[in-house]
């Protein structure tokens, strides 16, 4: 791999793209992904949790919707309901007081002492216009009020039932228009009869239609189920209605739904458009008892989405907003999290965004086999085993001798073909325990776990070269050669760090393709670093930032790291080796807050990017930390290192910016 030349190379380019930060400014020159795809990945990541919003919001607003609606039908019947009940109320009122004037008049025989007695009587002028009674020929006479004197009512529809019809009983008229007034009310009339059993007029009771609306505003109190009316059952008419209709709207007969449920039942619920102003309503009704009344009470369809909408608009606002910092941060490329709730969901969505970003580097898109990052953690995994059963493990790295004509000549289906035939063939070749990874272009690394000896590594390699010899078929006929130059280390008879076997592996594949190609080389150093676990992290002056505080916290984490890497040494538990970590991760945020409250104090321009730093970090090892036990250790070793290799430029630059403000 000409990317692990050192050791410092090998950290940059094996473990950035699981911390993430290719996404930003870090060049990986082992990666072949064209920007194209990359842009096209992320894109359709941002398009994911974009569409997974709107749906959110969609079903969200539809919750509020369908709530409301069954808080809107609830109150509609309880309106209604209320509105039968003081219906019915005020028309025994009536009743009991017209039926008082009948035997009056019944007794005296006489229209003006029946007159007189009306005017004696009690009643609440919030109800009633007035009560008057007309002759036999429609002629009013009020003794109350001299206004209406003169007046006839013998046009009227409810007198000449009465005129018609001696059983005619209690008749309530349409709304219409006084005659002395003008003002709209609707009258309530019983018959008046001679001894003999003849017609002798009427007695009106004047019902104003303002005493129903006062009592219900009063009862419902939201615009949205403030629709309510009372119709007549049998000329289908309006007796009162909010909103109050129009003039010539009092006298016109409703066409609705309702007419065909009466017979049915004393109550329900429907759904139309009303008539009187067009407006799609659901609607509740009851009939009210003993009398030719139906009250409805409903809510109109537009009046539900709004409040639908209302109760969800924060969370619409939200999540626009959260849709724009998902594109900002697409668009440029940077991540910038703060600490505090409101920032939480957009936090939950970069997780969501990187844990899809992780899953696609696992796996090389063209051969199938386990890419980078997987080979990282399974070397992890065979190295942790190896500790515990005292065993070795080989890591090799092979490059394709040949390739490159192959392209040339064929073009790229052809180099692509080869690449993925080189793949199946090597996976063929090795045991379950092993692992064939390509690492980028014609570069692949293998894993052989659990070898009882440092040779048992020979005849592998060996096995993969020959398999890399046999000639290919190409899709069109063709046949095509190729061969492996492969360099070998072994774990820990030449190094104990994953660092360090990577670069020996590099070292002997390049000495490979110096002395021939298409062969084996093994490397041959010493594992110098054996002898210095105490000091897996070296802090000395040269990686001072020039800032005492923070200067300090590093030297701090640093002794922290060195602390965890003996405690691996010494065998410790996964337990205690969790804990040492969490230790490592809580101070590791202690000193992402403390480089936070310093850059925001004094205006840091680099600062979004620099918190990002930290936050991969603390997800990485987070994650990490799952695999304690199963190489996890190691690999958390290798993260924490290269963190601070590259912080600390970071650091430096932010130091050099701290001391320019205060020298």
Not at 252 to 272: C, M
């Amino acid at each position: 791999m000409r990317s692990l030349r050192h050791a410092s190379k090998v950290s940059l380019s094996i473990e950035f793209q699981s911390l993430g930060f290719d996404t930003f400014s870090v060049r990986l020159p082992a990666i072949n992904i064209p920007t194209k795809r990359k842009l096209l990945l992320l894109w359709g990541g941002v398009l994911v949790i974009l569409i997974g919003t709107v749906i959110g919001n969609l079903k969200a607003i539809g919750y509020y919707r369908d709530t409301e609606r069954t808080n809107l039908t609830t109150q509609s019947v309880v309106v209604g309901n209320a509105l039968a009940a003081h219906s019915r109320q005020i028309m025994r009122q009536v009743d009991t007081i017209l039926r008082g004037v009948q035997i009056f008049y019944s007794r005296s025989q006489s229209i003006p002492d029946s007159q007189r007695y009306i005017a004696g009587l009690t009643v609440d002028e919030g109800l009633f216009s007035g009560i008057f009674i007309a002759d036999r020929g429609g002629r009013v006479s009020l003794i109350q009020d001299k206004t209406a004197e003169g007046f006839s009512v013998d046009d009227r529809s409810y007198f000449r039932l009465h005129q018609a019809d001696p059983s005619s009983g209690m008749i309530i008229s349409p709304v219409v228009a006084g005659r002395a007034t003008n003002a709209f009310n609707f009258h309530v009339s019983r018959r008046l009869d001679n001894a003999d059993g003849s017609f002798a007029g009427v007695v009106i009771a004047t019902v104003n239609p303002d005493v129903f609306v006062d009592y219900m505003r009063d009862l419902s109190n939201r615009p949205a189920a403030a629709t309510i009316a009372l119709y007549g059952t049998s000329d289908h008419k309006l007796r009162f209605r909010i909103p109050v209709p129009s003039a010539l709207q009092w006298d016109k007969p409703v066409d609705s739904p309702i007419w065909g449920l009466l017979p049915h039942g004393n109550s329900g619920h429907f759904a139309g458009i009303s008539p009187i102003d067009g407006v799609a309503r659901s609607l509740y009704f009851k009939k009210v008892a003993d009398y030719p009344l139906v009250a409805m009470s409903g809510f109109s369809e537009s009046s539900l989405a709004a409040m639908a909408f209302d109760r969800g608009r924060w969370l619409l606002f939200g999540s626009a907003a959260l849709a724009s910092f998902i594109l900002l941060l697409a668009t440029s490329a940077s991540l910038a999290i703060t600490r505090g709730t409101r920032l939480g969901n957009a936090k939950a969505e970069l997780e969501s965004l990187y844990r899809e970003m992780e899953r696609l580097a696992m796996t090389d898109s063209l051969t199938g086999l386990p890419g980078r990052t997987m080979f990282m953690d399974r070397l992890a995994q065979a190295i942790a085993l190896a500790r515990r059963e005292h065993t070795f493990v080989g890591v090799l790295f092979l490059d394709l001798d040949g390739f490159k004509p192959i392209n040339d000549q064929f073009g790229h289906k052809a180099g692509d073909w080869v690449l993925k035939t080189i793949a199946h063939r090597w996976e063929a070749c090795l045991r379950e325990v092993d692992t064939v990874a390509r690492l980028g272009g014609d570069e692949f690394a293998v894993v052989l776990g659990g070898l009882e000896v440092p040779d048992d590594v020979i005849p592998l390699a060996e096995k993969l070269i020959s398999a890399a010899q046999v000639p290919i078929q190409l899709p069109d006929g063709q046949q095509c050669l190729v061969g492996a130059s492969v360099g070998v280390s072994v774990y820990p008879k030449n190094a104990v760090q994953i660092d360090s076997l990577l670069t020996m592996a590099d070292d002997a594949m390049y000495k490979s393709k110096a002395t021939g190609k298409n062969r084996l080389s093994v490397s041959d150093a010493f594992p110098a670093e054996q002898c210095e676990w105490d000091d897996w992290l070296t802090f000395d002056d040269s990686m001072c930032v020039g800032n005492d505080v923070i200067d300090e916290q590093h030297r701090h984490l640093s002794k922290m790291v060195n602390h965890f890497s003996q405690s691996i040494k010494d065998g410790a538990n996964a337990a205690i080796l969790e804990e040492l970590f969490d230790e490592i991760i809580k101070f590791a945020t202690y000193n992402s807050e403390t480089e936070d409250s310093l850059m925001l104090a004094d205006g840091y321009p680099q600062q979004a990017k620099h918190h990002n730093e930290h936050t991969r970090l603390t997800i990485d090892l987070t994650r990490a930390k799952t695999k304690f036990g199963k190489g996890g250790e190691y690999l958390a070793m290798q993260k924490i290192r290269e963190w601070l290799i590259i912080h600390l430029q970071s650091d430096r630059e932010l130091g050099h910016f701290l001391n320019s403000l205060h020298p």
